[in-house]
């Protein structure tokens, strides 16, 4: 069973940067691809960015040139770092990780969620 816990998110006015974190426990190293998505009130939850396990990356329109994604195996963490945040970034952010089992195959594994808060 993996857990995911999410951290770095706050409230931050327009223009400004963020880090997001998210911490893999409870196996060991994340085997699959690992993403961010985002949900806004009222919206359904999309993609913002994933990253594979040999750390090639793919990014929401939205947010190219402006988010980095990235991740430390040995940590068993991925970041996203957000600069020039828009109002239109508000959302919850979750991360999810997939993971292969000999027994189960390949499962998907989501955090709880962490509030991003951009003020215009």
Known sequence: QV??????????EAG?????????SGSSSINGGMAWYRQAPGNERTLV???????????????????TIS????????YLQMNNLKPEDTAVY???ASQYHWATGWKDYWGQGTQVTVSS
């Not at 396990?53 to 947010?63: E, H, Q």
């Open 49 to 67: 960015a994933s990253v594979s396990i040999t750390s090639t990356t793919n990014y929401a329109d939205s947010v190219k040139g402006r988010f």
């Open 16 to 24: 400004g940067s963020l880090r997001l974190s998210c911490t893999a």
């Open 94 to 96: 979750y991360c999810k």
């Open 71 to 78: 991740r430390d195996n040995a940590k068993n963490t991925m």
């Open 3 to 12: 857990q995911l816990v999410e951290s770095g998110g706050g409230l931050v």
